[in-house]
């Protein structure tokens, strides 16, 4: 059973999460790995998403900020999002799915493998 882990700052400038992945590689075939949150009384958001074989598809209204990278050594994904406002405070997962891009309003069911989810607060 694969497990995602976030960890990064709470209170923050700037925004970096991690997540380490435990239980499986992240290189393993037809996997892909997506950022996603959810901000206070609002729906899911999906980020982008990092490939098993390592390509990056993103969400368009956050292309311009998202820089999405891993370590396949350590089994670890990155998400650093740039120029961040208070409109930024969200709980940040990683998941695991079978689709590379959303141009639909995601749902939970739509991977498999879900991380606990960090909060992180920007400051006005």
């Given at each position: ?57 993103w969400n ?65």
């Amino acid at each position: 059973q694969v497990q995602l882990q976030e960890s990064g700052p709470g209170l923050v400038q700037s925004l970096s999460v991690t997540c380490t992945v435990s239980g499986g590689s992240i290189r393993i075939n037809n996997y892909y790995y997506s950022w996603i949150r959810q901000a206070p009384g609002k729906g899911l958001e999906w980020i982008g998403s990092i490939s098993y074989f390592g390509s990056n598809q993103w969400n368009p209204s956050l292309k311009n900020r998202t820089s999405l990278s891993r370590d396949s050594a350590k089994n670890q994904l990155f998400l650093r999002l740039s120029s961040v406002t208070p409109e930024d405070t969200a709980v940040y997962y990683c998941a695991r799915g079978t689709r590379e891009i959303f141009d639909r309003p995601i749902v939970r069911s739509d991977f498999g493998s879900w991380g606990q989810g960090i909060q992180v607060i920007v400051p006005s």
